[in-house]
Nanobody, 121 residues
Framework: VQLQASGGGLVQAGGSLRLSCAVS????????MGWFRQAPGKEREFVAV????????YYADSVKGRFTISRDNAAKMVYLQMNSLKPGDTAVYYC???????????????WGQGTQVTVSS
């Protein structure tokens, strides 16, 4: 399984961005997909996760109500819609895939290369 994240950029506080993650592999629909982020000097942290059939999602408290994770199994894509962005959201964002529904980054077997999101005040 290979993952390619895109859609990052520079945005003003209060703005929006939509991150995309393209996944290769025949068994994409069986994977749980997560988004994580890492700010400079900080550890990687959980952002959001979605189950294989989109029936279950879970968000970090810091993004709940502002970010929405979704997936399109036919297109092998995962998305992270980010609204009301804050400077504290600045980080490199990574998509990841695993068999289990988890917010623990150590559980994830496959990772994309990351895409930079910068929110200016």
């Amino acid at each position: 399984v290979q993952l390619q994240a895109s859609g990052g950029g520079l945005v003003q506080a209060g703005g929006s961005l939509r991150l995309s993650c393209a996944v290769s592999g025949r068994t994409f629909s069986s994977y749980v997909m997560g988004w994580f982020r890492q700010a400079p000097g900080k550890e990687r942290e959980f952002v959001a996760v979605i189950s294989w059939n989109s029936g279950r999602t879970y968000y970090a408290d810091s993004v709940k109500g502002r970010f929405t994770i979704s997936r399109d199994n036919a297109a092998k894509m995962v998305y992270l819609q980010m609204n009301s962005l804050k400077p504290g959201d600045t980080a490199v964002y990574y998509c990841a895939a695993d068999r289990a529904f988890s917010y623990d980054s150590s559980r994830y077997d496959y990772w994309g290369q990351g895409t930079q999101v910068t929110v200016s005040s």
